[in-house]
């Protein structure tokens, strides 16, 4: 059905789209899977038999060595196929839309992989994918195969300033700690070491997530997906440099990098935003943080479809000595 001569917002044209494109929301995350496996046969794989989603698999795992499940929350987006390759994870679990893996997923994911040295359990840290791991982290001690929670909690304002950061929900940096998870793995690191150097990176992580409103010229920082108000509302000079400078005054100032700590960027653009833009900005960023605490490297690309903005969100990871054995420098996103 063609809408050419309506105009639709942006939340009804989505509507139709699931209805006439992409189908049942019970089944089209099941279908995505299956059709990713079938498109990169030598790449993917579906696990059958999930009870809700779908279960993206990496072909051709190594299971003598620790194994990461990540928790892709709310259904499936792009941030799926990053998760899962070389270098990253060895399986995604995904809910239906709008709602967190199932438990019993995860913890047959986990007996379907059959590693020999334990599961890393990754997940941004909202309350369904907290509590659907943490029974799934049960069922797997109930069989004596051992696991850990590992939570990203990078969103810097998604929690008072005063508050643990246990308490702060996640973003992007997730992909992160996916990313140095793997490369413990890769090196033979048994399941607790693992464990401790990925929740030291998560430490080292900040994250924010920035919208524009051009009617208004103004930008906000802290916006969540569900509809949570922003943190910081910012009306005065709306231009590229000004946002950049404000971000990452922002990251910065929660990280309080060390001199001898290298700065890596991941810029993800909102859904209203395009590909130059995310460049753009990235690199504006890297040109602000020249003269102040540089950024080693930076990725930009289009990771996830978790808020219908103007925007992006941006993580900056503190590389120490801890981290830097098992971060290869290797592009995420290009």
């Not at 679990?93 to 893996?101: T, Y």
């Not at 929660?254 to 935003?273: A, F, H, K, N, Y």
Request: aromatic share 8%.
């Amino acid at each position: 059905m063609i809408y050419s001569n309506q105009k639709l917002d942006n939340k009804t044209i989505l509507v139709k789209m699931m209805d006439h494109y992409l189908g049942n929301t019970d089944t089209m995350v099941s279908e995505f899977i299956r059709s990713l496996s079938e498109l990169y046969p030598g790449k993917y794989e579906m696990m059958d038999g999930a009870s809700s989603g779908g279960v993206l698999l990496k072909k051709g795992m190594d299971t003598d060595r620790v194994n990461l499940i990540v928790s892709n929350g709310g259904g499936c987006h792009p941030l799926s196929t990053g998760y899962v390759s070389k270098g990253m994870a060895d399986a995604s679990v995904n809910g239906n839309i709008r709602s967190a893996p199932s438990a019993y997923d995860i913890y047959e994911t986990a007996r379907h992989i059959g590693s020999q040295k334990g599961y890393l359990l990754l997940y941004n840290n909202f309350m369904g994918d907290y509590l659907n791991n943490d029974l799934a982290a049960e069922l797997l001690e109930l069989e004596q195969i051992e696991s850990r929670l590992c939570p990203c909690t990078d969103d810097c304002l998604s929690v008072p300033k005063d508050a643990p950061r246990s308490e702060r929900t996640g973003l992007i940096g997730l992909l992160y700690l996916i990313k140095i998870g793997a490369a413990c793995a890769e090196k033979g690191l048994s399941l607790d070491e693992t464990y401790r150097i990925v929740a030291h990176a998560n430490e080292r992580i900040s994250s924010v997530t920035v919208t524009l409103d051009f009617s208004k010229e103004e930008y906000y920082l802290g916006s969540g997906f569900s509809g949570e108000p922003p943190a910081i509302t910012c009306t005065e000079q709306f231009d590229r440099k000004s946002i950049a400078a404000s971000v990452y005054d922002l990251l910065v100032q929660d990280l309080q990098p060390q001199p001898e700590e290298e700065l890596v960027l991941l810029v993800s653009r909102l859904d209203q935003t395009r590909c130059e833009e995310g460049i753009l900005f990235a690199s504006e960023l890297c040109r602000y943080a020249a003269d102040r605490h540089p950024i080693t490297q930076a990725d930009a690309g289009y990771l996830t479809y978790l808020l219908d903005s103007h925007g992006f969100f941006v993580s900056v990871m503190c590389i120490d000595k801890i981290t830097a054995p098992y971060w290869d420098g290797k592009r995420i996103v290009l």
